[in-house]
């Protein structure tokens, strides 16, 4: 008679496997919801993934019963409330990485560095090392703006689609913070492009008389990031930005690498 260990000790690798791939595999699909906006049917799911539709409702069943999908009246998917407090840790602890680069940044630069994510329509910073100067900032740790009125804004949305750009604008309008504010669709196009072409945004006095900021995306981010340093507009002259710029995305990059580092498995 075999061992009767044998035959229990070869199941659990096959058992272990699929519900890797399982997890793997309802983790995309709330990726691909997310792609889509948040809301999707069975049937956009399985021609994104090529998945059969009855393994994504036996997934999706899975992800309602915890919380993180929930199933529309209309019989499409969203994703759940149960995700919101998941992504606020992750954006808090997003920031706490960031925190030595953004440290760094003001050691370099002498003004204060910021880190924001596009959260929905709306920027959220969350981080921040202020500078030694004695200057209050409107930029802090918690505060929701929105895009088109800012650096990061515009740095988090310069490889965006157009389409999607003016969709977003077209919700959120765009108030004039001060008399520099961009307040046309048109205009933030343009402005977006200037960003794509020089590698850096820039926030001019549009958010609050006096004070500048530039901004670089941070690549191959898991979520849309940006960085930034602000400073009063007589320090952050386009001398000081010549300087700067490099510094910043030196920063980004390292950033960059670092977050990819963390995520990996080793």
Not at 30 to 36: F, T
Not at 168 to 185: F, Q
Not at 219 to 224: A, D, E, L, R
Request: glycine share 8%.
């Amino acid at each position: 008679m075999p061992p009767s260990h044998a035959s229990t000790s070869d199941s659990k690798p096959a058992a272990s496997s699929g519900g890797v791939q399982s997890l793997e595999r309802a983790f995309d699909l709330l990726e691909r919801m997310a792609d889509a906006g948040g809301e999707v049917g069975l049937s956009e799911l399985s021609a994104s993934s090529g998945l059969p539709l009855p393994t994504i409702h036996r997934l999706m069943r899975t992800l309602v019963l915890c919380g993180y999908v929930r199933q529309q009246p209309n019989r499409r998917y969203a994703l759940g409330p149960r995700l919101i407090r998941l992504g606020e840790s992750a954006s808090r602890l997003l920031g706490t990485w960031a925190r030595p680069y953004l440290a760094r940044l003001v050691e370099e630069t002498g003004e204060t560095a910021n880190m924001a994510l596009l959260d929905g329509d709306e920027v959220v910073y969350v981080a921040q090392v202020p500078s030694k100067h004695s200057m209050r900032m409107f930029t802090e740790v918690g505060r929701r703006v929105l895009p088109h009125s800012t650096g990061v804004g515009k740095a988090l949305l310069a490889h965006t689609p157009p389409e999607e750009v003016r969709a977003l604008l077209t919700r959120t309008g765009m108030p004039a913070a001060t008399e520099k504010t961009i307040t046309t669709p048109d205009g933030f196009i343009d402005a977006l492009e200037q960003v794509r072409r020089v590698g850096y945004a820039v926030d001019d006095n549009e958010q609050e008389i006096g004070v500048r900021c530039l901004a670089v995306s941070v690549p191959n981010s898991p979520t849309s990031a940006a960085i930034s340093i602000s400073g009063p507009a007589g320090r952050l002259t386009d001398a000081a930005t010549e300087r700067i710029v490099p510094i910043l995305q030196m920063a980004a990059k390292e950033l960059s690498d670092a977050l990819a580092s963390n995520g990996s498995t080793g």
